[in-house]
C-alpha cells in the first residue's frame, strides 16, 4: 500500500477517486491525512468552496488549486522541494501569477502589476495568510493596522500625533483611502497614482468619501484643490497642527502660494502681502480664513468671501 493509502486507511478515509489522480492529482484528503492542523479550520477557509462545490478540476480544487499535483510530494514522503508550487521558495512574481490566476476578478491585474508594492517586491503572501489567518476578512497575516505597520513606520508615528485621522482606534482604516493592489490614474496631480490613493469612479480624492460638503462643483474652484489635492495643505494622516495643516498657523501656508510673487492671481501680480486690507505684519490680517471661508471653493464670490 502506498503513503498516500496507507495514511488515509488510519484516519478511515477512502482513496481518492480515480478521477482526481489522473494528471498527478490525488485530492485534498490525502493532503489532511499528514497537514491535519490546516486541514482543522480550512472549512472556514474562502478556498474551501471549491471543495465543497464539488463540479471544480482537480487543478482549481482544494490545496492542488494552489500548490499543484500532489502525486510526486506524497511518492516522496514530504519535504518542502517536491510540492510544485512552495509559496516560500517561489519568486514574488511567480507567487503573484499563481495567485492572479483565480483572483483577476477580485484584482486589476494591470494595476496590480505597476503597484508600488509589486515594483518593491511586496506581493499577496507578504500580506495574506491562506493556512493561519489572524483576521478572517481578506485573510490577512495580521490586523490590518499592524500589518501596514510593519513596513510603514513612519506612518505609524503621524497616527500618534495630536490631530490625525483615528486610524489607532479603530474608527478609520488604511484601505479607507488606500488600495494596496494599485489603483488607477485620477484628477489631481497630473493624473498619477500618489501613494495608491484610492481615487473615486470620476477620480476625484478619496478624501471626498467622507468630507463630502467639499466635493463641490464649485463655480469658483481654488486651484490648489484641484491641481494639487488636499495634501498641498493637509497632512493626511496626523500633523502637530489643528485641521491637520502643514503650518502652524493659517497665514504661512497660505502665504506658500499667494505671497505677491509676478504671475500668480488673477492679474498677473499676485496678492500684495503689505497693503493697507492684507498687511501680514498686523494681526488682524493673520487669519486668511476668517474672511476667506469657502476656502475649498465657493459658487458665490471668486476670493472665497462669505
Same mark, same amino acid.
Given at each position: 500500500?502506498?503513503?498516500?493509502?496507507?495514511?488515509?486507511?488510519?484516519?478511515?478515509?477512502?482513496?481518492?477517486?480515480?478521477?482526481?489522480?489522473?494528471?498527478?492529482?490525488?485530492?485534498?484528503?490525502?493532503?489532511?491525512?499528514?497537514?491535519?492542523?490546516?486541514?482543522?479550520?480550512?472549512?472556514?477557509?474562502?478556498?474551501?468552496?471549491?471543495?465543497?462545490?464539488?463540479?471544480?478540476?482537480?487543478?482549481?480544487? %482544494?490545496?492542488? *488549486?494552489?500548490?499543484?499535483?500532489?502525486?510526486? $510530494?506524497? =511518492?516522496? +514522503? @514530504?519535504?518542502?522541494?517536491?510540492?510544485?508550487?512552495?509559496?516560500?521558495?517561489?519568486?514574488?512574481?511567480?507567487?503573484?501569477?499563481?495567485?492572479?490566476?483565480?483572483?483577476?476578478?477580485?484584482?486589476?491585474?494591470?494595476?496590480?502589476?505597476?503597484?508600488?508594492?509589486?515594483?518593491?517586491?511586496?506581493?499577496?503572501?507578504?500580506?495574506?495568510?491562506?493556512?493561519?489567518?489572524?483576521?478572517?476578512?481578506?485573510?490577512?497575516?495580521?490586523?490590518?493596522?499592524?500589518?501596514?505597520?510593519?513596513?510603514?513606520?513612519?506612518?505609524?508615528?503621524?497616527?500618534?500625533?495630536?490631530?490625525?485621522?483615528?486610524?489607532?482606534?479603530?474608527?478609520?482604516?488604511?484601505?479607507?483611502?488606500?488600495?494596496?493592489?494599485?489603483?488607477?490614474?485620477?484628477?489631481?496631480?497630473?493624473?498619477?497614482?500618489?501613494?495608491?490613493?484610492?481615487? %473615486?469612479?470620476? *477620480?476625484?480624492?478619496?478624501?471626498?468619501?467622507? $468630507?463630502? =460638503?467639499? +466635493? @463641490?462643483?464649485?463655480?469658483?474652484?481654488?486651484?490648489?484643490?484641484?491641481?494639487?489635492?488636499?495634501?498641498?495643505?493637509?497632512?493626511?494622516?496626523?500633523?502637530?497642527?489643528?485641521?491637520?495643516?502643514?503650518?502652524?498657523?493659517?497665514?504661512?501656508?497660505?502665504?506658500?502660494?499667494?505671497?505677491?510673487?509676478?504671475?500668480?492671481?488673477?492679474?498677473?501680480?499676485?496678492?500684495?502681502?503689505?497693503?493697507?486690507?492684507?498687511?501680514?505684519?498686523?494681526?488682524?490680517?493673520?487669519?486668511?480664513?476668517?474672511?476667506?471661508?469657502?476656502?475649498?471653493?465657493?459658487?458665490?464670490?471668486?476670493?472665497?468671501?462669505?
Amino acid at each position: 500500500m502506498s503513503l498516500a493509502g496507507f495514511s488515509l486507511a488510519l484516519l478511515g478515509l477512502s482513496s481518492p477517486p480515480a478521477s482526481a489522480a489522473d494528471g498527478g492529482y490525488v485530492g485534498s484528503n490525502v493532503c489532511r491525512a499528514c497537514h491535519p492542523d490546516v486541514w482543522q479550520n480550512f472549512y472556514k477557509n474562502p478556498h474551501y468552496k471549491s471543495i465543497a462545490s464539488g463540479v471544480e478540476v482537480p487543478a482549481k480544487t %482544494g490545496c492542488e *488549486g494552489c500548490h499543484g499535483p500532489g502525486k510526486g $510530494h506524497v =511518492d516522496a +514522503r @514530504g519535504g518542502k522541494t517536491t510540492i510544485p508550487r512552495a509559496f516560500s521558495l517561489m519568486t514574488p512574481r511567480r507567487a503573484l501569477d499563481t495567485c492572479l490566476e483565480c483572483h483577476t476578478k477580485d484584482v486589476s491585474r494591470g494595476e496590480i502589476r505597476r503597484s508600488v508594492h509589486t515594483t518593491a517586491d511586496v506581493v499577496c503572501s507578504n500580506c495574506h495568510s491562506i493556512h493561519k489567518s489572524q483576521t478572517p476578512k481578506f485573510l490577512l497575516a495580521k490586523t490590518q493596522t499592524n500589518l501596514c505597520y510593519s513596513c510603514h513606520n513612519q506612518v505609524r508615528a503621524q497616527f500618534n500625533m495630536p490631530f490625525k485621522h483615528r486610524v489607532n482606534e479603530g474608527s478609520v482604516n488604511c484601505t479607507d483611502c488606500h488600495n494596496p493592489h494599485g489603483t488607477q490614474s485620477n484628477s489631481w496631480r497630473m493624473g498619477t497614482h500618489p501613494r495608491m490613493v484610492s481615487a %473615486g469612479a470620476d *477620480g476625484e480624492q478619496a478624501c471626498i468619501r467622507c $468630507h463630502t =460638503d467639499k +466635493r @463641490g462643483p464649485f463655480a469658483f474652484e481654488h486651484a490648489a484643490v484641484r491641481v494639487d489635492g488636499c495634501e498641498s495643505c493637509h497632512s493626511p494622516h496626523g500633523s502637530t497642527n489643528p485641521r491637520l495643516l502643514r503650518r502652524p498657523t493659517v497665514m504661512t501656508l497660505c502665504l506658500e502660494c499667494h505671497n505677491g510673487a509676478p504671475g500668480f492671481g488673477r492679474q498677473g501680480d499676485g496678492v500684495p502681502t503689505q497693503s493697507g486690507t492684507h498687511n501680514v505684519a498686523d494681526p488682524r490680517y493673520q487669519n486668511c480664513t476668517a474672511c476667506h471661508v469657502r476656502i475649498h471653493g465657493s459658487n458665490a464670490d471668486q476670493r472665497f468671501l462669505r
